[in-house]
């Protein structure tokens, strides 16, 4: 079946801190991957996303690989600001359409 | 391009009452929407699939008699939350994928409050 992994937060950091939020998946067939961010009280936007292995998304300063050998797609960015403060949810497409999301994971990053 | 809405924002209600939630895609036809369900500081439940014109699909554990689902037409579905209870309270997120869209897009979520 499918089913997204990522890490458990809270995550803190210190503005311009580099961020890794890691995501490991399995599925059948080859999934589209997906990081959405939710900032509080709102809904979920697209971050990035990739639809075949090796593709890097990259999106406001992110970046996640799709790495087939390692069923990953961690999240990445160099600086983070305060603005960045939001729940991270990895998620992939399956074959149906339908998505299965990670758990979320929580980044406040402090001034 | 792709943005969904949905409306109300926020809603209160009194224990027995129903809800109706709409959920629109507002530049482009969407052929499938899904309703999800998240609880405080948890992930996305997703409650149901509809394809326009179909009958939605629900998933296991979701009351289909109790979340009615319509997606008359490809810019609009609602959820109706009958005979709400204050269990129910929750925010409810749409989203909307069009034909050769892989991406679903989502509307910014239903806060509902059942007193």
């Known amino acids: 079946g499918n089913s997204v992994t990522q890490m458990e937060g809270p995550v803190t950091l210190s503005e311009e801190a580099f961020l890794t939020i890691n995501c490991t998946y399995t599925?059948?067939?080859?999934?589209?991957l997906f990081w959405y961010v939710q900032y509080p009280g709102e809904g979920l936007q697209l971050l990035l996303k990739?639809?075949?292995?090796?593709d890097k998304g990259s999106n406001k300063g992110f970046e996640a690989t799709y790495r087939k050998e390692t069923t990953s797609f961690h999240l990445e960015k160099g600086s983070v600001q305060v603005s960045d403060s939001a729940v991270y949810f990895c998620?992939?497409?399956?074959?149906?359409?339908?998505?299965?999301f990670g758990t979320g994971t929580s980044l406040t990053v402090i001034p | 391009g792709a943005v969904v809405s949905q409306h109300p924002s926020w809603v209160i209600c009194k224990s027995g009452t129903s809800v109706k939630i709409e959920c629109r895609s507002l530049?482009?036809?969407?052929?499938?929407m899904f309703w999800y369900r998240q609880f405080p500081k948890q992930s996305l439940m997703l409650m149901a699939t509809?394809?326009?014109?179909?009958?939605?699909?629900?998933e296991q554990g979701v009351e289909k008699d109790k979340f009615l689902i319509n997606h008359a037409s490809l810019t609009l579905s609602t959820l109706t939350v009958t005979s709400a209870h204050p269990e129910d309270s929750s925010f409810y997120i749409c989203?909307?994928?069009?034909?050769?869209?892989?991406?679903?897009?989502f509307g910014p979520g239903t806060r509902l409050l059942v007193l």
């Open positions: 989203s909307a994928s069009g034909t050769g869209r892989e991406t679903q897009y």
């Open positions: 599925a059948t067939g080859y999934p589209s």
């Open positions: 990739a639809t075949k292995a090796d």
């Open positions: 998620a992939l497409r399956g074959s149906g359409n339908q998505f299965y």
């Open positions: 530049d482009f036809q969407a052929t499938t």
């Open positions: 509809s394809n326009e014109g179909s009958k939605a699909t629900y």
